[in-house]
């Protein structure tokens, strides 16, 4: 039996494609007519969702949060990267930008990397 591949052209189409991936995911060996078609519909789905809903890196300060909310870190741990509580706070409100000091401080100290802080 000869599956059809369409391409995805809707979300309806996508949504269809999900459901055919998950039934296939984790069942099917590699190199068999039904891993090829994982692959092809993987690849489709990444395309589609590529184009129609594109990730763009988070803000420098989305960044931060994010660390600080990985690793339990309040605004009083970043005082010593970045120079005072008040400081701190201007940051994490988007009143002040990071400077070059501070994103190699905070690099260096927590180990975000520099261009997820430029």
């Not at 984790?26 to 489709?44: A, K, M």
């Not at 994490?92 to 400077?99: E, I, M, N, V, Y």
């Not at 000091?101 to 260096?108: G, H, Y």
Request: proline residues 7%.
């Amino acid at each position: 039996m000869q599956l059809l591949i369409r391409p995805i052209k809707t979300d309806d189409d996508l949504k269809s494609a999900l459901d055919r991936i998950a039934v296939l995911m984790g069942n099917v060996q590699p190199g068999s007519p039904e891993g090829d078609e994982l692959d092809v519909l993987l690849t489709l789905a990444e395309d589609y969702e590529r184009r129609h809903w594109p990730m763009y890196p988070p803000s420098p300060v989305e960044a931060l949060k994010f660390h600080m909310d990985q690793h339990q870190l309040k605004q009083a741990d970043l005082v010593q990267y970045i120079g005072s509580q008040s400081r701190v706070s201007e940051i994490l409100a988007g009143r002040r930008r990071l400077t070059l000091k501070m994103i190699r401080n905070l690099s260096r100290g927590l180990g975000i990397p520099v261009d997820c802080l430029l």
